[in-house]
C-alpha cells in the first residue's frame, strides 16, 4: 500500500520511512518517530501500584461533567496527576506527570485512557517540542482504527487534525493493549497545520455557541481576550435572523469550515461538532482573523447514523446538530456547496480498494498486541470494512442532484441544573444481592423537596450493595427506597461511590438517579439525578456488614437531551 495515503498532508514521505523501519539503539526519539505508519510504538509505564490504583478508580459522572455552571467556565476536571516513568521505544522519560483521561463514555478502571505529561518534573523534557502525550483505549470503538484512519483522511484531505499511532502500552509488566496514541493539540500541530501557532485554541466538550454559553469553550492557549469576543459576535449572530452565508464567512473560514464539515459527514463521526456538538477546537487563525475547526476525539466514526437520539428521517450524508453547520445548511447556497465539497472528497479522497487494504493491514499489525478486553475487534472492523464498501453508494443515493432538506433545530446543549434538595440519616447492612423491590429494610429519616414543596414519603427503607443491576459494578452505593404519600408510586435514590473512598470519616462525593417505579423518570426536563456528600460513620462491604451515615445534596434534572 502507498503510506502516503495517510500520512499528514505537510509531513514530508521521509518521516514515514525512517518510522517505519524502526529506532536505531543510539537515536533519541523525533516527533516524527512517535507516530510511525508500520509498526506498534512500545511503551512502557512504571508507576507506584498505589498511585495506578489511585488514578485508574478516578472518574466523571453526569452530575458533574454536565453541571449548569459549565455555561459560566468549563468544569474542573477530576483527574490528578501522579509521578511516573514511562519507556518509549527503548527510550526513558523518568518522573514524567501520568492521569486518567476520558469524558463519561471511555471512562475505565481496568484500561483508562492516560495523558503523559512529560515536562511535569523536568520543565525541558520533551518530544520535538511535544509535552504531552496522549493514550486513547478506544473503548467506544472496538475497531480500534476509527482514529488512526479518521485523522489520516481529515490531513489527506488538507483538514487539519492530530497524526495517530497503534501504542502497546504495559503498566508495571501488565499488558493493557492497543492504545491510540493521538497528537496532543499544541504548538507543533498547529505550526504544522496553520502554518502559525501563534493563535487563539478553545476546546469544545458537549457545548456550542449559544447564547449565554460563551464561556462554556475551553481556554488552551493563546488571548482569550480577542478570541472570547470573536465568540461573542458569532453568538450574536447565529442568534439573529441576519446570518447568511456572507456574514458566518466573516468570524470563520468558510473554505475550511465546509472541507471539515464535509469530511465528518463523510466519515459518518456522529459524536463530532456537526453531529453532536462535541468532541472539537477551534483556532482563531492570526493569519485569516476567522475560526478554524479541527477534530478530536474521533473514536465514533464509520457509522451511518447517529448512535445519539437516533431518527432514521435523518439525512446520512450530513450533520447539522452543531449550530454553524445548522445555520448554514438552511441556506440553499449552503448546501450545493456542502454537496460539492462532499462529492470532492469521494472523488479526491475516498479510495475504497486503499482504504480496505489498510484495514488489513492494520488488522496484521496490531491483532497481535490485543487484551482480551478487546474481543469485539475483528467483527467491529468488518462493520468498518461494510461501511466503507457501502458508503459512496449511500452518500450518492442521496446526493446525486441535491441535497436533502432537513430544518429540525438543534437544542442547546444539555445541562443538569437543580430541582430540589434531599438529606438522609441511614443504617443499613451490606448485602451481595441488592433487593430491588423490598422497602422497610434498614433504618432510614429521609427529607426530600422538589420544586420548592416537600414530598411525604412512607415505608421507607435502605440496604447498601453493588450499583446497578447487571452484576457487580465497580462502585459501591447506599439505595435508599421509599413510597410517595400522595400516590403510592415508588421511589427509589442510589447513592454511587468510588469504592476506593467507601469508607468510615471523610465526605464522599456521592452521586446516582431518582427513579420512581422501575425506570427513569423522564419528563418535560428530562432524567432525575442526585448528587452530594455522605459522610460514612461505619463501612463494610461483605454481607451484613454495617453500613451507616448521612447524606446531604440536590436533586436534579438533565435539561436538553432529545436534540
Known amino acids: 500500500m502507498n503510506l502516503t495515503f495517510f500520512k499528514s498532508a505537510t509531513v514530508g514521505l521521509a518521516a514515514f520511512v525512517l518510522a517505519a523501519t524502526g529506532l536505531a539503539a543510539d537515536k533519541k526519539l523525533t516527533l516524527d518517530e512517535l507516530f510511525p505508519a508500520g509498526r506498534v510504538l512500545d511503551v512502557q509505564i512504571t508507576v507506584a501500584e498505589k498511585d495506578w490504583d489511585k488514578i485508574r478508580h478516578q472518574s466523571r459522572n453526569f452530575v458533574s461533567a454536565l453541571h449548569e455552571s459549565r455555561k459560566v467556565k468549563p468544569i474542573d476536571g477530576p483527574y490528578e496527576y501522579v509521578n511516573a516513568d514511562v519507556t518509549i521505544d527503548g527510550m526513558k522519560f523518568e518522573k514524567v506527570g501520568l492521569r486518567k483521561k476520558g469524558f463519561i463514555g471511555s471512562q475505565s478502571s481496568s484500561r483508562p485512557s492516560l495523558k503523559i505529561k512529560l515536562n511535569h518534573t523536568d520543565k525541558e523534557q520533551a518530544i520535538?517540542?511535544?509535552?504531552?502525550?496522549?493514550?486513547n483505549n478506544n473503548k467506544q470503538d472496538g475497531s480500534i482504527v476509527s482514529q488512526y484512519m479518521g485523522y489520516a483522511v481529515f490531513n489527506q484531505a488538507g483538514s487539519p487534525a492530530p497524526r495517530c499511532a497503534f501504542a502497546k502500552v504495559t503498566v508495571n509488566g501488565k499488558n493493557l493493549g492497543?492504545?491510540?496514541?493521538?497528537?496532543?493539540?499544541?504548538?507543533?500541530?498547529?505550526?504544522?497545520?496553520?502554518?502559525?501557532?501563534?493563535?487563539?485554541l478553545y476546546e469544545g466538550t458537549v457545548v456550542d455557541?449559544?447564547?449565554?454559553?460563551?464561556?462554556?469553550?475551553?481556554?488552551?492557549?493563546?488571548?482569550?481576550?480577542?478570541?472570547?469576543?470573536?465568540?461573542?459576535?458569532?453568538?450574536?449572530?447565529?442568534?439573529?435572523?441576519?446570518?447568511?452565508?456572507?456574514?458566518?464567512?466573516?468570524?470563520?473560514?468558510?473554505?475550511?469550515f465546509y472541507r471539515f464539515w464535509a469530511i465528518e459527514g463523510l466519515l459518518g463521526f456522529w459524536d463530532g461538532y456537526s453531529g453532536n456538538a462535541n468532541n472539537f477546537f477551534i483556532y482563531l487563525n492570526p493569519k485569516t482573523d476567522r475560526f478554524h475547526f479541527m477534530?478530536?476525539?474521533?473514536?465514533?466514526?464509520?457509522?451511518?447514523?447517529?448512535?445519539?437520539?437516533?431518527?432514521?428521517?435523518?439525512?446520512?450524508?450530513?450533520?447539522?446538530?452543531g449550530r454553524v453547520a445548522y445555520r448554514l445548511y438552511q441556506l440553499p447556497e449552503?448546501?450545493?456547496?456542502?454537496?460539492?465539497?462532499?462529492?470532492?472528497?469521494l472523488k479526491e479522497h475516498w479510495v475504497e480498494d486503499k482504504l480496505l487494504a489498510e484495514c488489513d493491514r492494520i488488522e496484521a499489525l496490531i491483532k497481535p498486541h490485543l487484551n482480551r478486553e478487546q474481543y469485539r475487534f475483528t467483527q467491529s472492523l468488518d462493520g468498518t470494512r461494510d461501511f466503507i464498501e457501502a458508503r459512496r453508494g449511500d452518500l450518492m443515493?442521496?446526493?446525486?442532484?441535491?441535497m436533502p432538506a432537513w430544518r429540525k433545530e438543534p437544542k442547546a446543549p444539555p445541562v443538569i441544573a437543580a430541582i430540589g434538595k434531599i438529606k438522609a440519616r441511614f443504617s443499613a447492612s451490606w448485602m451481595e444481592d441488592s433487593p430491588r423491590e423490598r422497602t422497610n429494610i434498614g433504618k432510614v429519616?429521609?427529607?426530600?423537596?422538589?420544586?420548592?414543596?416537600?414530598?411525604?414519603?412512607?415505608?421507607?427503607?435502605?440496604?447498601?450493595?453493588?450499583?446497578?443491576g447487571f452484576g457487580r459494578s465497580s462502585k459501591p452505593s447506599v439505595r435508599i427506597v421509599a413510597r410517595r404519600a400522595d400516590n403510592d408510586k415508588q421511589v427509589s435514590f442510589d447513592l454511587g461511590m468510588e469504592e476506593d473512598a467507601f469508607r468510615a470519616g471523610d465526605d464522599i462525593q456521592s452521586s446516582g438517579v431518582l427513579k420512581e417505579g422501575r425506570s427513569f423518570s423522564f419528563g418535560p426536563l428530562g432524567m432525575q439525578f442526585i448528587g452530594g456528600k455522605t459522610r460514612l460513620s461505619a463501612a463494610g462491604m461483605r454481607e451484613g456488614d454495617k453500613v451507616e451515615g448521612e447524606f446531604e445534596g440536590e436533586v436534579m434534572k438533565l435539561i436538553g437531551m432529545g436534540r
Open 397 to 402: 443515493k442521496e446526493t446525486g442532484d441535491s
Open 445 to 468: 429519616e429521609i427529607s426530600l423537596t422538589m420544586d420548592g414543596r416537600e414530598v411525604a414519603l412512607k415505608d421507607a427503607g435502605v440496604h447498601a450493595s453493588w450499583t446497578g
Open 209 to 256: 455557541f449559544y447564547e449565554d454559553w460563551e464561556g462554556s469553550l475551553e481556554h488552551k492557549r493563546g488571548d482569550d481576550k480577542p478570541g472570547r469576543e470573536k465568540i461573542r459576535q458569532l453568538i450574536q449572530l447565529l442568534e439573529s435572523e441576519e446570518a447568511s452565508e456572507e456574514a458566518i464567512g466573516r468570524l470563520v473560514d468558510l473554505d475550511s
Open 178 to 200: 492497543i492504545y491510540s496514541h493521538v497528537e496532543s493539540v499544541r504548538k507543533p500541530l498547529l505550526a504544522r497545520g496553520f502554518g502559525n501557532d501563534a493563535g487563539t
Open 334 to 345: 449552503s448546501r450545493e456547496r456542502y454537496r460539492k465539497t462532499l462529492h470532492g472528497l
Open 128 to 135: 520535538g517540542g511535544l509535552t504531552n502525550l496522549t493514550m
Open 295 to 321: 477534530p478530536w476525539g474521533a473514536d465514533a466514526l464509520f457509522r451511518k447514523r447517529s448512535m445519539l437520539n437516533f431518527n432514521f428521517r435523518a439525512p446520512v450524508s450530513v450533520k447539522t446538530k
